[in-house]
């Protein structure tokens, strides 16, 4: 009798909840650098900001589309927060190809 090879279940579930506990470790991780320079980063803190209000915005509209264009911004921008100038060269990096630190027009 030949045994079958499939892939249980639970382990895609057990793969895609830590894949899920390590996206939110790396997240407080950049949060928190991205509370320390915000001071020496005052263009892209606006820029956050602007990004959260469209997010607001896009949730009390019930927007999908906009909600998850603006989320996907909101983390894009707070990573480039938390490595703005993180070589103290005066210089911030991005990430995302984007020289302005950030994707999309603002409000």
């Known amino acids: 009798m030949e045994a079958k090879s499939e892939m249980p279940r639970s ?3 057990t793969e895609l909840r830590r894949l ?3 996206r939110a470790l790396l997240e407080g991780f950049a949060a928190r650098h991205a509370a320390t320079r915000a001071a020496s ?3 892209m803190l606006h820029r956050l900001r602007l990004v959260l209000r469209r997010l607001s915005k896009a949730a009390r509209a019930r927007d999908y589309a906009a909600f ?3 989320d996907f911004e909101l983390h894009q921008t707070m990573i480039n927060l938390a490595i703005a100038d993180s070589d103290g060269d005066g210089r911030t990096e991005c990430i995302g190809g984007h020289g302005s630190c ?3 027009s603002p409000l």
């Open 41 to 43: 980063a005052p263009d």
């Open 68 to 70: 998850r264009q603006a």
């Open 102 to 104: 950030g994707g999309g």
């Open 20 to 22: 899920s506990e390590l």
């Open 11 to 13: 382990k895609s579930e």
